[in-house]
């Protein structure tokens, strides 16, 4: 397949103009200029011709596919296991036709989140490419431990691992600080582990070769997922009982060590100010902004599935970043290859190069000088597969 376009972005704020992409299966095989490109492909080839902008591929980090977005996402765990696959099915399916080609799905409830990654794997199914983690880790009676991953004690935890991993997971996720998705449970700032848990569960994690993610708003808990040596960080709001946090020893050591923190924004973040109040919306939005001008490693998920977040808000949530002053071009990057290296596939997708998985957005317009138009899409193309 040959796709044509009149902007391919090729790397940070750098378009090729006018030029193609050669696609062979899933791969990229070549990119260059329209009409050299033209000319090496084979005469039936399909050709793709678009007037807008190439882009990478965009990656949720964090989503939940067990979940449905409305008011009160928990409710709909009552459901059968086989009602929940075929929703979640779905979900995926919608992140898809949004411009997702890659989601990690952090926590569900009894593997089923595997069970849709290996049905699109296999090309059952039509969805985004997803990791998952299967069960989260959660203290008895901790945040979400409803979808059954209540552990106590260093040899528990280790247990849940070991569980997770032998079930295909991707990536390990552990509950370090309580959630508003849990009624009754701990509360957002509160942690939920010792500093002994956390390392035997990171210990266990890095010896299946897995990464962690880290829910964590509390202050006290980022700081105990850090020292642990949590692989990522999810929501990172740096709550503690009185107010926010930003504690700048633990901020140092997460860009000295190249944590990635996985901020989970919708896009109706321009609400945040009446459900927080001007005050403390205005201290977390100014967090972000201190974050991203240390340095830190900033990528970018959703929560896509917890209350009124959909599965198509990954797009209209890039203004949050312009909003703070993120230029364009980075917030694609944080959007694309820099979520793919702190997903662990940095090497194959992210990117529009040669031998990177054929992961591709035709976008109506330019994105480097509007973000809106990332919404504005005419085909994604999936694993060299045009999907939508």
Not at 12 to 38: C, H, K, M, N, Q
Not at 277 to 291: I, L, N
Not at 332 to 358: F, K
Request: charged share 20%; glycine share 12%.
């Amino acid at each position: 397949m040959l796709i044509t376009a009149d902007r391919i972005l090729t790397d940070t704020g750098t378009y090729l103009e006018d030029g193609g992409v050669l696609v062979d299966g899933e791969s990229i095989t070549a990119v260059g200029p329209r009409e050299e490109l033209a000319r090496r492909a084979v005469p039936d080839t399909r050709r793709i011709a678009h007037s807008g902008t190439l882009t990478p591929g965009l990656i949720d980090s964090h989503v939940h596919l067990i979940f449905d977005g409305s008011t009160d996402p928990v409710a709909g765990l009552s459901e059968s296991d086989e009602t929940l696959l075929a929703a979640m099915g779905h979900r995926a399916g919608q992140l898809l036709r949004a411009g997702v080609t890659t989601a990690r799905d952090l926590g569900d409830r009894g593997g089923l989140a595997f069970r849709v990654a290996a049905e699109i794997q296999a090309g059952r199914l039509t969805g985004s490419r997803i990791l998952a983690a299967g069960t989260p880790a959660t203290p008895p009676g901790g945040h979400c431990h409803f979808l059954g991953g209540e552990v106590s004690g260093e040899a528990d935890v280790r247990a849940l691992v070991r569980r997770n991993a032998e079930a295909g997971a991707s990536v390990i996720k552990v509950m370090t600080s309580g959630g508003g998705l849990t009624k009754d449970g701990p509360r957002s700032w509160q942690s939920q582990f010792s500093e002994d848990e956390l390392h035997a569960l990171v210990d266990e994690a890095h010896r299946a070769g897995l990464p962690v993610a880290a829910h964590a708003h509390g202050a006290d808990a980022i700081t105990a997922a850090v020292r642990a040596g949590a692989d990522t960080l999810e929501h990172c709001t740096w709550m503690t009982e009185q107010g926010f946090d930003l504690r700048r020893d633990t901020l140092a050591r997460i860009v000295d060590e190249g944590i990635a923190v996985s901020l989970t924004v919708s896009p109706h973040w321009r609400l945040l100010p009446q459900v927080f109040g001007e005050e403390r919306a205005a201290v977390m939005f100014d967090q972000v902004r201190q974050m991203a001008e240390a340095g830190a490693r900033i990528v970018l998920g959703t929560d896509a599935g917890v209350q009124r977040t959909g599965f198509d808000g990954l797009p209209g949530a890039l203004s949050f970043y312009a909003h703070l002053g993120i230029p364009n071009a980075e917030i694609l990057d944080m959007a694309t290859r820099h979520s793919a290296e702190a997903l662990g596939l940095g090497a194959s997708t992210g990117r529009i190069a040669p031998g990177y998985r054929a992961d591709l957005l035709l976008v109506d317009g330019d994105p480097l000088a509007d973000l809106a138009v990332m919404g504005r899409l005419s085909g994604v193309v999936a694993a060299g597969r045009v999907v939508a």
